[in-house]
């Protein structure tokens, strides 16, 4: 059974970092990683995401420049470096593994995603 476990969250000052840290275990491949995140009262939504592969990345505009995705391939590990944080980066940051090929700017896909994790808060305090 695949499982996908974020760590990392926690509450911080704005202008402050957090690293998120995201496992895979589990039979499966994977093609494409991404981090999400879904604020009090609103939908979720994509916040980044890295081509397993090749390591390409893509980002939601509000965190070019901020955040970073990378991965350690050996661990099945996907991470999420956020500097410069804000008070509306406040959410829960859910990580997703897709099993899926993608290829190009498919990579930066908003759907389909075959696993979740349970999710780890992010507060940012002003």
């Known amino acids: 059974q695949v499982q996908v476990v974020e760590s990392g969250g926690g509450l911080v000052q704005a202008g402050g970092s957090l690293r998120l840290s995201c496992a895979a275990s589990?039979?499966?491949?994977?093609?494409?990683m991404a981090w999400f995140r879904q604020a009090p009262g609103k939908e979720r939504e994509f916040v980044a995401s890295?081509?397993?592969?090749?390591?390409?990345?893509y980002y939601t505009d509000s965190v070019k420049g901020r955040f970073a995705i990378s991965r350690d391939i050996a661990r099945n590990t996907v991470f999420l470096q956020m500097n410069s944080l804000k008070p509306e980066d406040t959410a829960v940051y859910y990580c997703a593994l897709d099993r899926d090929y993608c290829l190009g700017y498919g990579c930066s896909r908003r759907t389909g995603y075959d696993y979740w994790g349970q999710g780890t808060q992010v507060t940012v305090s002003s």
């Open positions: 589990g039979r499966t491949t994977i093609y494409l």
């Open positions: 890295i081509a397993w592969s090749g390591g390409n990345t």
